[in-house]
């Protein structure tokens, strides 16, 4: 068995796809991915449906290749192990809904889908993930196992995501299952308050989101370094969910989220704090108010005693946005390689992207333009989490919910935990002047927090080897 069995939580998104692509380049004895758990983000659910299918899709159509033409095959793992791939969360718990096609296309991928229609696979795929007929004609059925020939590196799961989470977290032992989430924490908030104690089944939780000590997602770079973009229409976030207030509607016109906000965090500020709070000795300390009323943030309260914590890994974009994938790095290593189909599919996509992120800030160096590998981190942790390099410290972060400029922003308290209470105080009882119990030892979270990894420089060449070969 692997000793890292993982399920990834995802919404692809070109980052989402490069750390998947690295997570199926493992071999076996590596690490062993159970399961795709998809999320809103990015894009929709539907798109980040069509990009996961289109990525097995190219990892078939490589395979074969690599074999014609007497290469090593790779992604190995695959062979041993079909990942589950189950539809999850559409929308967040609370408040409106934000994707960030801005950025990554209305696709998720540069709008390859609709630049190179031909590169993206029939859309027969579809059936396996709809319930099938209660009596099919023979040439319904043949058409469906045709779908399921077609598509045979994955199992695809009818059931809701967060349901199969749970199911995979109970039929195996305890702490032998990683969860790798890299999208907004909706799932596994909803997994979690369904059965928290199954959920607390998992070895670790390894979280991309977040930003500590350093600003959040910048809303249009182009705009605030170059006074020329001024006269360029701003590509507007889908804040399409109520409710439709003067804030909501500025901040649409304006592609803005909160200043100290990372996009992850912000997109489900709820379901954030609401899993950082299982990390906490008492999780009703830190657990988030409902907002609004609304019915579908007002999840399930943990139970008052639990039989563990949560140990969660926070790689925010303190850590991950130094990791970057140069742009003149991957064209040269693209071009030392023959022509293959996970090459060619992989070069458009990351083409357009490179394109976008000159345009949101056109007065950098363009020999220095570089794709910030924050999803990809994480499964390089995963991947190599016994090395000596990774580090982590400890610290009681929360998740801003209900700030009007704040929201998703993530709180640290660095005065330390000074006050001690005595036995037999209420837990819940706030102590006079530390509103929040910030200095309270039996309240907060207990994040860890990644301040160091085997090598900023050294990741972008270990990515580009495993995934796309050594070059000629």
């Known amino acids: 068995m692997a000793p890292n069995r993982i399920i990834i939580d995802t919404d692809p998104g070109v980052d989402d796809v490069l750390a998947m692509l690295l997570a199926f380049?493992?071999?076996?004895?590596?690490?062993?991915?159970?399961?795709?758990?998809?999320?809103?983000?990015?894009?929709?659910v539907q798109n980040c449906l069509r990009n996961i299918v289109t990525l097995f899709h190219y990892i078939e159509k490589e395979k074969t290749w690599r074999r014609d033409n007497g290469r090593p095959e790779g992604f190995e793992g695959l062979k041993n192990k079909k990942p589950v791939v189950a539809v999850g969360a559409t929308e967040p718990l609370a408040e409106?809904?934000?994707?960030?096609?801005?950025?990554?296309?209305?696709?998720?991928?540069?709008?390859?889908?609709?630049?190179?229609?031909?590169?993206?696979?029939?859309?027969t795929w579809r059936s396996l993930f709809k319930p099938p007929p209660e009596s099919m004609t023979?040439?319904?059925?043949?058409?469906?196992?045709?779908?399921?020939?077609?598509?045979?590196?994955?199992e695809p799961s009818l059931n809701y995501a967060p349901d199969e989470m749970l199911r995979l977290l109970k039929e195996n032992e305890p702490n032998t299952i990683i969860i790798v989430a890299i999208g907004p924490l909706t799932n596994l908030a909803i997994a979690s308050a369904k059965d928290p104690e199954t959920f607390l089944r998992v070895k670790e939780v390894v979280v991309m989101g977040g930003a500590v000590d350093v600003p959040g997602n910048p809303p249009n770079l182009a705009r605030v370094y170059s006074p020329k973009m001024l006269s360029i229409p701003v590509p507007n976030f889908n804040l399409i969910k109520q409710p439709n207030t003067p804030l909501r509607r500025e901040l649409n016109l304006r592609n803005q989220m909160t200043p100290g906000a990372e996009f992850n965090t912000y997109a489900d500020s709820v379901a954030s704090a609401r899993l950082f709070a299982l990390t906490s000795p008492n999780p009703s300390t830190t657990m988030p108010p409902t907002l609004g009323g609304d019915p579908k943030s007002a999840l399930q309260d943990y139970p008052k005693k639990l039989s563990t914590q949560l140990k969660l890994k926070l790689f925010p974009l303190d850590i991950t946005t130094p990791h970057l994938l140069p742009r003149q790095l991957f064209n040269a290593h693209a071009q030392s390689l023959p022509t293959s189909p996970l090459n060619s599919w992989a070069s458009h996509f990351l083409t357009s992207t490179y394109?976008?992120?000159?345009?949101?800030?056109?007065?950098?160096?363009?020999a220095k333009v570089?794709?910030?590998?924050?999803?990809?981190?994480?499964?390089?942790?995963?991947?190599?989490?016994?090395?000596?390099?990774?580090?982590?410290v400890e610290e009681d972060i929360r998740v801003e919910t209900a700030g009007q400029w704040t929201r998703g922003?993530?709180?640290?308290?660095?005065?330390?935990?000074?006050?001690?209470?005595?036995?037999?105080d209420d837990v819940d009882a706030e102590i006079?002047?530390?509103?929040?119990g910030?200095?309270?030892?039996?309240?907060?979270?207990?994040?860890?927090?990644?301040?160091?990894?085997?090598?900023?420089?050294?990741?972008?060449?270990?990515?580009?080897?495993r995934v796309f070969g050594a070059g000629l």
């Open 25 to 44: 380049s493992a071999k076996p004895e590596e690490l062993e991915v159970l399961m795709l758990s998809i999320t809103f983000g990015n894009v929709d």
């Open 96 to 123: 409106q809904m934000m994707v960030a096609d801005f950025y990554h296309g209305r696709d998720g991928l540069g709008g390859i889908h609709d630049t190179h229609p031909h590169l993206s696979p029939a859309e």
């Open 138 to 154: 023979p040439s319904e059925a043949a058409e469906l196992q045709k779908a399921k020939e077609a598509h045979s590196l994955f």
């Open 355 to 366: 394109e976008k992120v000159f345009s949101l800030k056109p007065d950098q160096d363009p």
């Open 370 to 392: 570089g794709l910030e590998m924050h999803d990809p981190l994480t499964v390089w942790y995963a991947l190599t989490s016994s090395a000596p390099e990774w580090k982590f």
């Open 409 to 424: 922003t993530c709180i640290v308290d660095r005065r330390g935990k000074v006050i001690e209470a005595k036995d037999g």
């Open 432 to 436: 006079v002047g530390d509103a929040g």
């Open 438 to 465: 910030w200095m309270d030892a039996r309240w907060g979270n207990r994040i860890l927090r990644c301040v160091g990894t085997p090598g900023e420089d050294k990741f972008a060449g270990v990515l580009l080897q």
